[in-house]
Nanobody, 124 residues
Framework: QVQLRESGGGLAQPGGSLRLSCAAS????????MGWFRQAPGKEREFVAV????????RYSDSVKGRFLLTRDSAGDTITLRIQSLKPEDTAIYYC?????????????????WGQGIQVTVSS
């Protein structure tokens, strides 16, 4: 089993920045891709970004490309999502997720492990 614990988030103004982190623990974390999804009120859960273990190759959704930066620490157990130029439409619950096949796909089903979610609100 893998446990995922999110931190960061909160309230920010449009045009500002935020940082979300997710720490993984439990089974071996090698070959474990980690990423983020988000769900806005009344909408389906949406893929945001994912990063592979070992190679640290990333994939982003088109809606966040250029504003979001996903990194992974050298130990491989913590990922950080840096969000710049925040928009009101970034308001959502952000979920950390991990998949044991180390792939970069955007569909939620292969992500076996999920965090509890953390609120991000962008408002003036």
């Amino acid at each position: 089993q893998v446990q995922l614990r999110e931190s960061g988030g909160g309230l920010a103004q449009p045009g500002g920045s935020l940082r979300l982190s997710c720490a993984a623990s439990g089974r071996t974390l090698s070959n474990l891709a980690m990423g983020w999804f988000r769900q806005a009120p009344g909408k389906e859960r949406e893929f945001v970004a994912v990063i592979q273990s070992d190679t640290y190759i990333t994939r982003y959704s088109d809606s966040v490309k250029g504003r979001f930066l996903l990194t992974r620490d050298s130990a491989g157990d913590t990922i950080t999502l840096r969000i710049q130029s925040l928009k009101p439409e970034d308001t959502a619950i952000y979920y950390c997720a991990a998949r044991p096949d180390n792939q970069l796909g955007p569909e939620p089903a292969p992500y076996r492990y999920w965090g509890q979610g953390i609120q991000v609100t962008v408002s003036s």
